[in-house]
């Protein structure tokens, strides 16, 4: 049983930590159990952004602000339980942008890595490096810290996709650094395909040596992982929490494909139904094919094609479709694991 504390004791106390306060010091016994909890404790709620909603505000966002006077012309997908900080988990950034027909996003460069999840149209561009490669709906596509990145779209219709990024994660370390390029588009010096010829089929160059913790293949296309996915479900193997999850990986390295950021992709079969599963990584989930809902920590989120949405760390989470569904997803697994922090559970809520 605890033991209460007189009022004399208290007043004492009180006057203690105002006296220590003054040489900046205060006592970890009154912040104990609020900084070790026994659980994750998190401000981030699931959450779901319908696409047809956000897809309205970002074209009238296109006609009050062009992509170069905004620099990045980005509606954020904030979570509703980390108001005003620009934050859709804890830990990572997410933001829908477009780019209109003739437009250029500038050149800059930044320690942030970048995922681009291509949401809709078709052979726009983004170039990293040196090389330019056409976006098209379902890819996934790199930007490394501290690699000059610009977009551009000389297509007829917009580009719009979804941005992650490792903003918060930088933020915690004070480890920002960002600049611009003299130029508003890099000088292309590679041709296009060529970082996935190099790199992205399933050979190296022989003395190619990186330790480089981001993959050198920066798009991965959806046809060859909608294929891929396609062609392993005639397996008929299904696993009760996840259905077919694969995770993009650093060919070099067999690890994850960015040292901060976790991406996948799963296909669940038309009536799955999975098993619960919680896991230390808030997860944000792109909808690319079918419709279903999830349930997290009791909320239920019914979804579509180019829906997002949120898991945050630890709650039960559950899926069940209605057509074969694909979901993209992402999330800071590969920091924590790296930190020895990630933690998963199988199994039905206490
Ligand atoms: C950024 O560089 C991009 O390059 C998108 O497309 C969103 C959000 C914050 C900081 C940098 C981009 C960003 C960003």
């Given at each position: 049983m605890a033991q209460s504390t007189s009022p004399d004791d208290a007043d004492r106390r009180r006057a203690f930590y105002k006296r220590i306060a003054d040489q900046d010091l205060t006592p970890l016994w009154e912040v104990l159990s609020a900084i070790i909890t026994r659980q994750p404790k998190s401000d981030c709620v699931p959450n779901l952004w319908r696409y047809e909603t956000a897809r309205e505000y970002l074209m009238e966002a296109g006609e009050l602000i062009t992509a170069r006077e905004a620099e990045r012309r980005v509606l954020i997908l904030e979570n509703p339980g980390l108001r005003?900080?620009?934050?859709?988990t804890t830990s990572l950034y997410a933001g829908l942008q477009l780019v209109l027909p003739g437009e250029v996003a500038p050149a800059h460069r930044h320690s942030q890595s970048a995922l681009r999840f291509i949401v809709e149209g078709s052979g726009g561009h983004t170039a990293v490096d040196g090389e330019r490669t056409p976006m098209e709906v379902g890819d996934f596509v790199i930007t490394p810290p501290w690699t000059f990145h610009d977009h551009g779209n000389h297509t007829s219709d917009p580009m719009i996709w979804l941005d992650g990024l490792d903003i918060p994660i930088v933020s915690f370390f004070d480890a920002s650094f960002a600049e611009g390029h003299p130029d508003d588009e890099q000088p292309v010096t590679r041709g296009a395909g060529d970082s996935q010829a190099r790199f992205g089929a399933?050979?190296?160059?022989?003395?190619?040596d990186s330790r480089s913790p981001?993959?050198?293949?920066?798009n991965y296309p959806y046809a060859r992982t909608r294929e891929a996915l396609e062609t392993m479900r005639r397996q008929d193997e299904w696993d009760p929490c996840h259905g077919l999850k694969m995770r993009y990986i650093n060919p070099n390295t067999g690890?994850?494909?960015?040292p901060t950021i976790a991406t996948f992709m799963q296909l669940l079969p038309k009536g799955f139904e999975t098993a619960p599963y919680r896991a230390t990584d808030a997860t944000v989930f792109a909808v690319v094919e079918g419709n279903g809902v999830t349930v997290v920590d009791g909320v239920e989120m019914a979804w579509g094609p180019k829906d997002i949405f949120v898991a945050p760390s630890w709650k039960w989470i559950t899926h069940r479709v209605d057509d074969d569904a694909v979901l993209f997803s992402f999330s800071d697994r590969v920091a924590q694991q790296k930190l020895g922090l990630w933690r998963e559970e199988r199994g039905k809520p206490e």
């Open positions: 005003g900080t620009s934050r859709v399933n050979m190296l160059p022989v003395d190619y981001v993959s050198p293949v920066f690890g994850f494909a960015m």
